[in-house]
């Protein structure tokens, strides 16, 4: 495995809530990927299984937008981020030889990156504060949300920038879990199925978690739904 891994910046952000469709859509795209990761998933993981290293460069490659997206989204700072994701692909790698198969290497990655990042957060033991030098600014090249913006008014676009970056900051104010779940199920568009796997938790629990997570989010940003920007 090679010491330094190149780690992309997350592709999305909260804002994703803009638009009800989108994580349909992308549960859908998730969907459709499903089957050819798990056949290729699997010869790269018996490859890495049987001492070549380069296989699993691979999936590093394969799976760090991802991942990495996944665990900016429940930490908010880059440089956490960066740092988690270099421990999660170093056990990994260390682990990987008691790997059976039991779940898809999707399912097992994503369980090992959650669980670090939930441990990390909880020893942070405080709520992180937002820097506005933080605040994630890639979305602005998002496809989607240029659609969504490309003939905004400038009061249109001071709502927009607004409301990214309430939903950060409502985002950070959730449990650990609740983060988790929002992150997992809004952002990466995993089916409940899958969520319920990594987290090793009933579906009903998923949906729970959901519930009270969207209502703890609704609540946060009445406020600003009540006084726009203007």
Known sequence: MNATIALPQPARRLTDLLS????ERARKKQQRMDQPRTEEDKELVARTQAGEAAAFDDLVVKYSPRLYGLIYNMTSNHEDTN?????????????IRGFR??????????SIAVNMTLNFLKKRGRRFNLSLDDVDSTIQNDKEFLEITQTSSPVREADLSELQKRLNEAMMKLSEEHRAVVTMFHIQGMPHAEISKILKVSEGTVRSR????????QNYLEEFRKNPVS
């Open 101 to 110: 198969g039991k779940s898809s290497f999707y399912t097992w990655i994503h």
């Open 83 to 95: 740092d988690l994701l270099q421990d999660v692909f170093s056990k990994a790698y260390k682990a």
């Open 20 to 23: 009800s469709g989108l994580g």
């Open 210 to 217: 959901l519930f009270y997570a969207n209502r703890q989010l």
